[in-house]
C-alpha cells in the first residue's frame, strides 16, 4: 500500500488542535481501515519528513442518522473509520497541518 494511500486527511477538531498544540505534538489522521501501525508510521515519515516516536490506532464506530422520506424516518449510520494519533519527536512540525 502507497503512502499517500494510507493518510486519508488530517482531523482538525479542537481536541485535536489542543493535543497539537501542546508540547506532546500529537496529530491525528483518518487512515485506511485495513493499514497497521508499522504502515502509518512508514507513510507519514516518508509523506511529512518527521520522525514519529509513537503511534496510536483508534477504529471510530459510525454514528446513527435518520433521514425522512415518504414513508417516514429511514434509519441509517454513517461510515466506521480509522483514526491514528501520532506523537512526533522534539522539534519536529509537519507543515502541512500547522498552515506554514
Known sequence: MRADQVIIQPVLTEKSNIARELEEKKYTFKVAKDANKFQIAKAVKELFDVTPVKVNVVSVKGKPKYTRGKS???????????????????GDVIQAVEGL
Open 72 to 90: 417516514g424516518y429511514i434509519a441509517g449510520t454513517t461510515g466506521d473509520w480509522k483514526k491514528a494519533i501520532i506523537t512526533l519527536a522534539k
